[in-house]
C-alpha cells in the first residue's frame, strides 16, 4: 500500500465548475498537507498547506483535513481554463523535511 | 529575486554513460532536495543537502547515485552508468534553515531520457 494514495484522473470539468480533489494517506503522523500545481513541463508550485486538522481558504481554493479518516480534499470554485493543471497533494510530519507525495490528478477546465 | 534554478533542462544519455543534473538554490537558501519523478508516480524523495554536508539519503539508489552540495557552486546529482530505468524527471527544491515542510521551493526539474 502506498504511504499516500490520489486518484490520478484525468479529470475535464466546464469552466465555472467546482473541481473536488483528495488524497488519503496511512502515516498517522504527518501533520502538514499540502496542495501543489504542476504545470506540463513546469516544477510544483506550493498551493496552499494546512497544519492538523480543520479548513483553510485561499480565494477560490479551500483545503479540508480530516484526520480521523486520513483524508485531505482541494476544491477549486469558479475553475478556469488557467487552472488546468496536475495536482499533487503532499504529506510531511512534524519536524522533518521530506514530502511524501501523491501521483498527481490532471485537471482540464474546458472553455 | 530569481527561484530555484536547474540545468540542463532536459538530458539525453546512452545507456552506460554518466548523467550530471545541476541545481542553484533560491538566494538566501542553505538547504537542498532532490526529488525523482517517475511517469505516473508521485515525486519522491531522494537526498537532503546542506552546504558540504549530506544530512539524508535515504532516498537514493544505493548504487550510482551520488549527491553533493560544495561550499561553492551549485548542487550536483550524478548518475553514473545510466540505465533506462532512470529515466525520470529529476526535481530540485531548496529551502531556509529551520523552514517548514511547507517552505521548500522546486525548480523546473531536468528530464532525463536514457537511451
Known amino acids: 500500500q502506498k504511504e499516500v494514495e490520489q486518484d490520478p484522473g484525468p479529470l475535464s470539468v466546464p469552466e465555472g465548475a467546482i473541481v473536488s480533489l483528495n488524497c488519503t494517506y496511512s502515516n498517522s503522523a504527518f501533520q502538514y498537507f499540502m496542495w501543489y500545481r504542476q504545470y506540463s513541463r513546469k516544477g510544483p508550485e506550493l498551493l496552499m498547506y494546512?497544519?492538523?486538522?480543520g479548513n483553510k481558504e485561499d480565494g477560490r481554493f479551500t483545503a479540508q483535513v480530516d484526520k480521523s479518516s486520513k483524508y485531505i480534499s482541494l476544491f477549486i470554485r469558479d475553475s478556469q481554463p488557467s487552472d488546468s493543471a496536475t495536482y499533487l497533494c503532499?504529506?510531511?510530519?512534524?519536524?522533518?523535511?521530506?514530502?511524501?507525495f501523491g501521483a498527481g490528478t490532471t485537471v482540464t477546465v474546458r472553455a | 529575486n530569481a527561484g530555484v534554478m536547474q540545468n540542463p533542462r532536459h538530458l539525453v544519455r546512452r545507456r552506460g554513460q554518466e548523467a550530471r543534473l545541476r541545481c542553484s538554490p533560491m538566494k538566501g537558501h542553505s538547504h537542498v532536495y532532490w526529488y525523482r519523478q517517475l511517469p505516473e508516480e508521485g515525486l519522491k524523495f531522494m537526498v537532503y543537502l546542506q552546504k558540504e554536508n549530506i544530512i539524508d539519503e535515504s532516498g537514493m539508489p544505493k548504487e550510482r547515485f551520488s549527491a553533493e552540495f560544495p561550499k561553492e557552486g551549485p548542487s550536483i546529482l550524478r548518475i553514473q552508468q545510466v540505465v533506462r530505468g532512470d529515466s525520470a524527471a529529476y526535481f530540485c527544491a531548496s529551502s531556509s534553515p529551520g523552514q517548514q515542510p511547507y517552505g521548500q521551493y522546486f525548480g523546473p526539474g531536468t528530464r532525463l531520457t536514457v537511451t
Open positions: 503532499a504529506m510531511s510530519a512534524p519536524d522533518d523535511y521530506k514530502l511524501s
Open positions: 494546512t497544519y492538523s486538522s
